[in-house]
């Protein structure tokens, strides 16, 4: 499995990103997809999921009604659309693979993303 990230850089507070993940060497439909983050000096923590079968989505508390994940089936690629970023969204973002009932096991480079103030 091959987790291919993309789209990070730099935003003013306000702005939006999108970023972007190409999965190859599996068959999707068993597989939930999601997008983590850390910060300097904090541990990596969960942002939001997307179950590909059925693209049911959950978010963190922090992102809900700011950022939205989606997929497309015909490119194998996962998106994460950032809006209204703040500059606590600032962290490398990485994306992730699991089996429908297992834990998060496949991991992606992580991009990073900045947000100035």
């Known amino acids: 499995v091959q987790l291919q990230a993309s789209g990070g850089g730099l935003a003013q507070a306000g702005g939006s990103l999108r970023l972007s993940c190409v999965i190859s060497g599996v068959t999707l439909s068993n597989y939930v997809m999601g997008w983590f983050r850390q910060a300097p000096g904090k541990e990596r923590e969960f942002v939001t999921r997307?179950?590909?079968?059925?693209?049911?989505?959950s978010y963190a508390d922090s992102v809900k009604d700011r950022f939205i994940i989606s997929r497309d089936n015909n490119k194998d690629t996962v998106y994460l659309q950032m809006n209204n970023l703040k500059p606590e969204d600032t962290a490398i973002y990485y994306c992730?693979?699991?089996?429908?009932?297992?834990?998060?096991?496949?991991w992606g480079q992580g991009t990073q993303v900045t947000v100035s103030s």
């Open positions: 992730a693979g699991r089996l429908l009932s297992d834990t998060w096991r496949y």
């Open positions: 997307i179950r590909w079968i059925d693209g049911r989505t």
